[in-house]
């Protein structure tokens, strides 16, 4: 759950079993929300406060999701029968329970469409339109009448008119449709069979995604591949207006229940809120789909991909959004089938994140179009400029790059090493400009190759001292000041598929991995094999911060992970099955804060976080919490206590409270706070739903009452602080005084102990007293 004003994640929900399927407010109650899920589930939330107040297990699988205001007590989901699909009313008991059984089902609809855009519900639920390829087929409620429509197979030059999705007017007799060749269709009288009629609505020349009537039903929106939202006023082709360049394709268009606003969602996984006047208002980013390695950010520690098409992603992964988008092209990107168009392939940072090197290609029929970009840091702008721009770096597609990671040198030796398929790698360095600015750009310094085969990888060892870069079967080393070739490794038969070098105690080991299922450790002193395994590693990742290493492998259908030392063959982690998709990238991602883990197979997760992003790009990671501290058993309860975000604030204050807490400690002080001690009224009072609590009136009482304290369950301990606290405060400084007092505190006590009950006496009292005391009765002597 976001907020539309901020775009903050304000809530995140978990009970579903499988795939959520559809999300519709509850009509009859604005606080609560019905979703479905592929685990055959329909549940009922309190999405306020994130509770789960009602499970109805259907036991089919919900395909879509439809919750009408007409219907009181039953929802209406999509469902697979036997080779087609079918809408149904679900009922939804009201009996007492958490967890209960919903098998009552009504068929509405048969050979119905899987995607929840292509049924639509008109005039408050009085009929229901449904679409599927050529076909529209209209079913009304009250007369039990099923009326069917087709439109001609024929395709044209903009292609084929297949339905793709369906809209209904909110007020009015009205269906709208959207083609895959870029029309609308509006339909009208469709109670009758054969008299029905359309219009045709016509600005998209590519398939219309989705439809939404706003909510008076004055105008129309449409979406498609185009990236623009257009807006066409009372149903009119001459009428219409454009929201252009919002990214990329509209999938989904929503209106607010008040038709303030209106939310599109793109394919690159992102969420536009737009006005009702048709202007941007927020934009909610989440992890879009990548082809670029999965590399990390020295100085924001964001895992950097591939975004929308042509830019890169930086993506926190404590906020879970997008810091912000870098367009590496710097061209338009066109919508359209067959074009072929520059993308991003190849991303590297330098050691502390100053330098960014890209690489896009463009598939050609005879040669591959390749720039190589250089970017700076700029530290007043916050962002990277473009520094260099090398056309056609290789002749062939290039494989791998990496920057010679020395933390203590100066800019002025930083290397970059690219290896391409031309059967050579290139080793570009920094040099000086002849201009009077005194700025810097890169340049080829060395070009090597071994026998002309294709160079496949390339890294750099820890101190930067030798690179290694694979050709084909053999690894070769070399030195990174003369360029001179050191030695060869090769484990036949296969292909080098990854290498690395180790790291602090391990930094005299070379790692490789065959596409023929071996894993191979030579060691540098040595220039001899140390150890190999038999493996079928798709993905090799070092730790920048310790000495272990990360291979996945891939087998029987399955993923596993084994984490090893370079100087032990025996991995100290192993994870089978990780995952039933093939994993192709992963990254360590430093901590702020060494993690403290009680658990000895999770010490190497200490310092870094892995992750994972497998082929139908899904994020992944490995956690060392047990599933029962990560999520919160909301089912179980109706109170659930919030994780408030870190802000500055809460972290000063929390220094405060931890300091004044060490102090009392070393003071020795004992601090009794009856505020600490848990009233049950306040609890249930802060952790109750508003709407549902009684009036004010009513719970005042009981919360003042709660925060009184009896003064007839003080202790005798309590009571001897206070008298001691009041003799102090009216002690005087005068000798004669405290002698009066002394031997008064002297009979009282010998009052006591004969068991004599003493009166006490007021404040105005034992001022007069006082008084009395203070006067001079020396005359009284003269007589």
């Not at 890294?459 to 084909?472: K, N, T």
């Not at 995952?579 to 804060?593: G, M, T, W």
Request: glycine share 4%; aromatic share 8%; net charge negative.
């Amino acid at each position: 759950m976001y907020s539309v004003a901020t775009e903050e994640t304000l809530r995140v929900m978990g009970g579903h079993a499988d795939l959520v399927t559809g999300v519709q407010l509850n009509p009859h109650n604005h606080m609560q929300l019905y979703s479905s899920s592929l685990d055959g589930s329909i549940k009922l939330w309190d999405f306020m406060d994130g509770i789960p107040i009602k499970t109805f297990t259907v036991g089919s699988k919900l395909l879509a999701l439809y919750a009408l205001a007409s219907s009181e007590d039953s929802v209406f989901v999509v469902i697979p029968k036997s080779d087609t699909f079918q809408l149904v009313s679900v009922k939804l008991t009201k009996a007492a329970g958490q967890d209960l059984e919903a098998k009552e089902l009504s068929v509405v609809l048969d050979g119905v469409d899987t995607s929840p855009k292509r049924i639509a519900f008109g005039r408050e639920g009085e009929y229901v339109a449904s679409v599927k390829e050529v076909n529209l087929q209209v079913f009304f409620f009250k007369r039990k009448q099923l009326n069917r429509f087709s439109v001609s197979a024929i395709k044209t030059k903009s292609g084929n008119n297949h339905f793709t999705c369906i809209a209904c007017h909110p007020t009015e007799d009205c269906i709208a449709t959207g083609h895959a060749d870029g029309k609308i269709r509006l339909w009208r009288n469709f109670y009758h069979k054969k008299d029905y009629t359309f219009s045709t609505l016509h600005w998209h020349h590519d398939t219309v995604m989705d439809l939404a009537f706003s909510m008076e039903g004055t105008s129309l929106l449409s979406g498609g591949v185009e990236s623009v939202l257009v807006l066409w006023h009372n149903e009119s082709d001459c009428q219409k207006d454009f929201l252009p360049r919002l990214g990329s394709a509209i999938e989904y268009i929503s209106m607010s229940s008040d038709g303030a606003l209106c939310c599109t969602l793109h394919t690159d996984n992102r969420i536009t809120i737009i006005n009702s006047n048709l202007r941007f208002s927020k934009s909610i980013q989440g992890l879009i789909k990548s082809k670029t390695g999965l590399v990390v950010d020295p100085r924001t520690k964001a895992l950097v991909l591939n975004g929308e098409p042509g830019h890169l992603q930086f993506y926190c992964l404590q906020s879970d959004q997008q810091l912000f988008s870098l367009d590496i092209v710097q061209r338009q990107y066109i919508h359209q089938a067959g074009l072929n168009q520059a993308d991003l392939v190849k991303v590297a940072f330098s050691a502390q994140g100053k330098w960014l090197a890209t690489v896009e290609e463009r598939e050609e029929v005879t040669d591959p179009e390749l720039q190589l970009k250089l970017w700076f840091y700029d530290e007043e702008t916050q962002s990277f400029k473009l520094n260099t721009r090398i056309n056609m770096p290789h002749e062939d597609h290039i494989t791998d790059m990496c920057f010679r990671e020395m933390d203590e040198l100066e800019d002025d030796s930083l290397i970059l090493v690219t290896a391409g398929r031309d059967c050579v790698f290139k080793v570009w360095v920094m040099v000086e400009d002849t201009d009077p600015e005194g700025s810097v750009s890169w340049s080829c310094d060395f070009v090597g190759s071994y026998h002309n085969y294709q160079a496949t990888n390339c890294c750099f060892s820890e101190d930067g001292s030798l690179l290694a870069v694979s050709f084909e079967e053999t690894v070769t080393v070399w030195d990174s000041v003369t360029w001179d070739l050191k030695c060869t490794f090769c484990h036949p038969p296969g292909k080098i598929r990854n290498i690395c070098f180790g790291r602090l105690t391990c930094s005299k080991y070379l790692i490789g991995a065959t596409d023929y299922g071996f894993l191979c450790c030579w060691n540098l002193l040595s220039c001899a094999m140390e150890w190999s395994a038999h493996l079928n590693v798709l993905v090799l990742q070092p730790d920048p911060l310790s000495e272990h290493i990360a291979a996945v492998s891939w087998l029987s259908k399955e993923s596993s992970l084994f984490v090893f030392k370079p100087n032990e063959p025996r991995p100290i982690y192993i994870q089978r099955n990780l995952c039933k998709e093939k994993i192709q990238l992963a990254a360590f991602v430093p901590r702020d804060e060494p993690e403290t883990i009680g658990s000895e197979k999770y010490h190497w997760l200490r310092r870094s976080q892995l992750f994972f992003l497998t082929d139908t790009q899904e994020l992944m990671t490995l956690s060392t919490k047990s599933l029962e501290e990560r999520l919160t058993p909301s089912s179980k309860q109706l109170a659930v206590e919030e994780s408030l975000p870190v802000t500055p604030f809460s972290l000063l204050l929390g220094k405060h409270r931890r300091q004044q807490s060490h102090e009392d400690i070393d003071l020795g002080k004992l601090v009794h706070n009856k505020h600490k001690q848990e009233s049950p009224a306040v609890k249930e009072l802060l952790h109750t739903p508003a709407h549902v609590l009684p009036s004010a009136s009513f719970l005042c009482p009981i919360f003042i009452n709660s925060l009184l304290i009896s003064k007839e369950n003080k202790s005798a301990e309590e009571v001897a602080d206070e008298v001691e606290m009041e003799s102090e405060k009216t002690e005087d400084d005068s000798d004669e005084e405290r002698g009066v007092t002394e031997m008064e505190q002297e009979d009282t006590s010998a009052m006591e102990l004969l068991g004599e009950m003493t009166c006490k006496l007021s404040k105005s009292q034992e001022k007069e007293l006082r008084k009395i005391r203070k006067m001079d009765y020396s005359w009284i002597s003269a007589f």
